[in-house]
Nanobody, 123 residues
Framework: VQLQASGGGSVQAGGSLRLSCAAS????????VTWFRQAPGKEREFAAG????????RYAESLKGRFTISRDHVKNTVNLQMNTLRPDDTAVYYC?????????????????WGQGTQVTVSS
């Protein structure tokens, strides 16, 4: 499966962005999908994930209540709605798909990667 992330941009603190990860080659509903992010000088980290089984979701602690991950089965995308953005959300955001039914929260578990989309939040 090939993944294409989009929707990044520059916003002021408190603003919102909606990232989208589109899949081609196979339906997205055959994978668990995870958004990771990587800030400058830092390691790539888990942001949000949605499992293949029952669409269970999980978020990094700092993102709970602000970010929402969801599947659009019609468009074959997984979206990340990001609200109340903060400067420390600035990062390149990557979507990844995994051949597992369970939630994936680590980089090593991901099987396919998109190219990343830049999110910049200014204060």
């Amino acid at each position: 499966v090939q993944l294409q992330a989009s929707g990044g941009g520059s916003v002021q603190a408190g603003g919102s962005l909606r990232l989208s990860c589109a899949a081609s080659g196979r339906a997205f509903n055959a994978y668990s999908v995870t958004w990771f992010r990587q800030a400058p000088g830092k390691e790539r980290e888990f942001a949000a994930g949605i499992s293949l089984s029952y669409d269970r979701t999980r978020y990094a602690e700092s993102l709970k209540g602000r970010f929402t991950i969801s599947r659009d089965h019609v468009k074959n995308t997984v979206n990340l709605q990001m609200n109340t953005l903060r400067p420390d959300d600035t990062a390149v955001y990557y979507c990844a798909a995994s051949n597992t039914r369970t939630l994936v929260t680590t980089v090593d578990e991901a099987d396919y990667w998109g190219q990343g989309t830049q999110v910049t939040v200014s204060s």
